[in-house]
C-alpha cells in the first residue's frame, strides 16, 4: 500500500518532524540553486476541481527543480465524480504517473483517490482540510520562534478546513489553540473532539477577539468567504467584520506576536493592508514555504527521502 497525505492525523508526531527537518534542507538546496534531481523522469499528476496559484506554482516549480515533470489537469482535463469515476481516474493515473496531487472540493473524493491509488496522494485542499497548508505553517512558525514550546495560535474567522487542519496537528504537537470567530461559525465537533480525546493540547473556542489575542504568539486568519461560498459574501462580511485583524487589534497582543495567512488576502476584508505590511506578518514567508514542505512531502511518501 503506498503512503499517502490526506490528513496531518495520519502521521506521528516523530514523522512530522522528519518532514519538517527535510523540508529545511531542502529550502537551502533550492537557494543555493542545487543540482538536485531525485525526481529525474518522474511524473506528477495534479488534479485542480478548485483553481489556485500558490498549490500550482508551489508544487509545479519544487517538483520540476528536483528533474520531474508536472501535469496540470484542470477541471476541463478531468471532471472529478462527474465525467468519469473516480476510482477509474484513479487507476488510470496510478499506470502513468508516479504521485497525484488533489485540490478538491468534496473531501470524500479525495478518500476514494486514494483508496483506489498505486501511487502516493497528496491532499492538496478539500472543503473539508488543508495538510500541506499547515505542514508548511508549522515550519514557518518554527523558523521564527526557534521552537514549537508552549506555542499559542489565535485564529481569527471561520471555523474552516484551515482550523481543521490546525486541530489535526495539535493532536500531535503540544499547542494552545483558540478559534476566535462568531457563533454559528464553529469547527467541525468531530474534529474539536480528537483534540479533546488525544489529551495533547488545549483546545478554545472565543468570541471576544481582544481577549482572545492576548500571549497570542500567532495571529492567523483566512478569506471570510471561500470557493463555493461567494454567495454568502456581503452576508459575512457584516457578521465577521467585528473579528478583522487590524491594528487595534495587533495592540491586544504582544508587539512580537506573529501574523499568518494562507493567501489569497482581500486587503481591507479579514486583514488590514497595514497588518499585511507590518513588521509581523511572516505571510510570504509563510507562502515561500509551502513548496519547501511539499518538495519534502513528495520525497517522503515516495521513500526518496535522503
Not at 457563533?183 to 493540547?201: A, F, N
Not at 452576508?235 to 487590524?246: D, G, L, M
Not at 504582544?254 to 488590514?272: I, N, Q, S, Y
Request: charge should be negative.
Amino acid at each position: 500500500m503506498p503512503k499517502h497525505l490526506l490528513h496531518i492525523s495520519d502521521y506521528n508526531a516523530d514523522e512530522i518532524w522528519e518532514i519538517l527537518d527535510l523540508a529545511k534542507k531542502l529550502k537551502i538546496k533550492f537557494r543555493n540553486k542545487d543540482n538536485y534531481k531525485p525526481f529525474q523522469d518522474r511524473s506528477l499528476a495534479m488534479i485542480f476541481a478548485k483553481p489556485s496559484a500558490r498549490t500550482r506554482i508551489s508544487f509545479e516549480t519544487g517538483f520540476e527543480w528536483m528533474g520531474g515533470h508536472a501535469l496540470f489537469l484542470g477541471p476541463n482535463d478531468i471532471g472529478i465524480g462527474k465525467r468519469e469515476a473516480i476510482k477509474d481516474i484513479s487507476r488510470l493515473l496510478s499506470r502513468y504517473n508516479d504521485i497525484i496531487m488533489a485540490r478538491l472540493f468534496d473531501h470524500d473524493h479525495v478518500l476514494e483517490l486514494a483508496k483506489y491509488s498505486e501511487i502516493p496522494v497528496i491532499n492538496g485542499l478539500t472543503d473539508y482540510n488543508h495538510p500541506c497548508q499547515i505542514m508548511a505553517d508549522i515550519l514557518t512558525v518554527w523558523e521564527h520562534r526557534g521552537n514549537l514550546d508552549d506555542v499559542k495560535i489565535c485564529y481569527m474567522g471561520d471555523g474552516n478546513n484551515i482550523v481543521h487542519s490546525w486541530l489535526q496537528l495539535a493532536t500531535r504537537f503540544q499547542m494552545h489553540f483558540i478559534c476566535c470567530g462568531p457563533k454559528g461559525y464553529e469547527p467541525d465537533k468531530k474534529t474539536v473532539k480528537m483534540v479533546e480525546d488525544s489529551g495533547m493540547s488545549s483546545y478554545e473556542l472565543s468570541h471576544e477577539p481582544s481577549t482572545a489575542v492576548r500571549n497570542a504568539d500567532v495571529i492567523y486568519t483566512d478569506v471570510w468567504a471561500s470557493m463555493g461560498q461567494k454567495e454568502e459574501v456581503e452576508e459575512r462580511e457584516k457578521i465577521f467584520a467585528p473579528y478583522q485583524v487590524n491594528e487595534s487589534l495587533l495592540n491586544n497582543a504582544r508587539k512580537d506576536t506573529l501574523f499568518m495567512h494562507c493567501l489569497p488576502a482581500e486587503r481591507g476584508r479579514e486583514v488590514t493592508d497595514s497588518v499585511m505590511e507590518s513588521n509581523n506578518s511572516i505571510v510570504f514567508d509563510q507562502a515561500e514555504n509551502r513548496m519547501h514542505a511539499q518538495n519534502a512531502i513528495m520525497l517522503y511518501l515516495t521513500g526518496k527521502a535522503y
